[in-house]
């Protein structure tokens, strides 16, 4: 309908509705060229890019389904994964396709879709056949038996969800939506496909950027976005930068959280900070065998006086049921197991029939159909209202991103000096909610600390970075109960041990940072050359030490000094020089 409108911006292009259609179209057809059919698994691993966004249509446009792979993954993981798919092409960038190359990836083809590489142009796509049964994508997620399980979902579930999406906030040519999630969570498909179907324009933020709230709120601000979404961790550091010496977020109309509970206090933050714009924000809740999202309730000022944000209706075509052990509904007020039905559910777990039959069951009410049991637990109040009570089973979110403990339990185990392995979670701080660790092993006490750096270079190679514990404990046996299962209250708190010779800080700089590290680790007698992330550390507390940093020294500090820079010392010495002559800063921790 417009071709010649803006479809997709990076930092360094911006293609129109036609360059993107007519690029896809052409890489539509060089992966048919290569085999790629209907349901065949494809990878994608790139940033964000007007390149990513070429591929991902052309995948789907030749009939394959894109199978989203984290920028920051290991190789090993990412072959492993792709091995497991049974994909037979990569669509990649440089970078990455170098160290597949320089792996072993067997028959894997690699595709290299750097930027440059995609200018040709075809006027019309390969018919591919494609019906709403078959596969749009392939999204890995943590597995309890230790191996990470495929969902793979159907075109119908995904067009449903979209439509609804367009039907319920709509879109309009010239709204803008900000693609900030990584590809390989899949809310992040809403901030694509969303906005194609209406003829809106995605912005991308450069990767890197989206565990930064003031690039996020700046990106938005410049280019006035008329969506965004995030898990509700990362939108209370979002809200902290919406300050009143800030430009108004004017354009802003539809802010998505999801993926972790919405605390009441939170939705009071919001509309107080973003009161003077349309923005409205939504809870919403879901799985991703079922098309990402189920349920969706608009807040309103009414929800910040309650204990917990309803999770809301159902979707179009899709279903909500509260169910006890036997598969019965339960009364309102009861809580029980939330299953989904409908439209959503993918068609299963690829090539695992023994783990699709387990969490995709026959609806008892409704021949023919099946229902997803999604292990959270949930009440529907006497008012009809529906409110989310936890999980049923092991499985945590830790920032939106669904974890296995299992799974990191299976990888501890695989280390030759392990005996045995136990992972669970903990808060050192309210709301601060990491994984932590519990082993067994042959080594001697002195000989631990080597052990543990050495897991953590074994955990690297095999796990993202999400799913490495913040604390590793050397236990001499795991605590079980009456039953032999594990004791998870007779674990012992974690905690890190204050080195014996750690080098404390002597310049103001390193007076300084210390100050705020201590403080945003929760932890004192901090050696000024240890790692960040080896203490404890995480992108969302990174963003807090940062953000202090620009209070009390610069607003122009980037996130990435911290990446870049991750131990007192080193980042004492990128900053040294934005110390007042004075040196009036030193010691003080910004609140």
Known sequence: ATPHAPAVSDSATTLSYAELTGRANHLAGRLRAAGVTADTPVGLWMDRSAEMAVALLA????????????????????????????????????????????????????????????????????????????????????????????VASTHTGWTNRMQWMQAQYPLHPGDTVLHKTVLSFDDSAVEIFWP????????????GLHRDPRAIADWSTHHHITALHFVPSMLTLFLDEITPTRDPLTHLRHVISSGEALRPDLVTKFHDRLAHTPARLHNQWGATEVSIDSTSHTCTPQDEQTSDVPLGDAIANNQVLVLDEHLNPVPHGVPGELYLAGLGLARGYLGDTRKTAAAFIPHPFANGQRLYRTGDRGIRRPNGTLTFLGRADSQVKIR??????????????????????????????????????????????????????????????????????????????????????????????????????AMRPATEAEQLIDGIWAEVLDRTDLDIHANFFALGGHSLLATRIVSRLRTALSPDIPLALIFDNPTIHTMAEAVGHLLPPSGTAAGRTPR
Not at 79 to 104: F, K, N, Y
Not at 411 to 416: C, K, S, V
């Open 196 to 207: 194609l179907i209406a003829g809106a324009r995605i912005v991308m933020l450069p990767p």
């Open 59 to 150: 995948i789907v446009k030749a009939g394959g389904a894109f199978l989203p792979l984290d920028p920051d993954l290991p190789v090993g993981r990412a072959v492993r994964l792709l091995t497991d798919a049974g994909a037979p092409l990569i669509c990649t960038d440089e970078q990455r396709a170098h160290s597949l190359t320089a792996g072993e990836t067997g028959t894997l083809t690699v595709l290299d879709c750097s930027a440059g590489t995609l200018t040709a142009s075809s006027p019309t796509a390969p018919d591919s056949g494609v019906t709403g049964d078959n596969l749009i994508s392939v999204y890995y997620t943590s597995g309890s038996t230790g191996t990470p399980k495929g």
């Open 400 to 501: 939106g991103i669904r974890i296995e403990p299992a799974e990191i339990e299976h990888t501890l185990r695989r280390h030759p000096h392990i005996r045995d392995a136990v992972v669970t979670t903990w808060q050192p701080t309210p709301g601060d909610r990491r994984l932590a660790a519990y082993i067994t092993t042959e080594h001697t006490s002195s000989e631990n600390d080597t052990l543990i750096a050495d897991l953590n270079t074994h955990l690297s190679d095999q796990l993202p970075l999400y799913m490495i514990p913040s604390s590793i404990t050397v236990l001499d046996h795991i605590p079980v109960n009456t039953n032999g299962k594990t004791d998870h209250r007779a674990l012992p708190e974690p905690h890190f041990e204050a080195d014996a010779v």
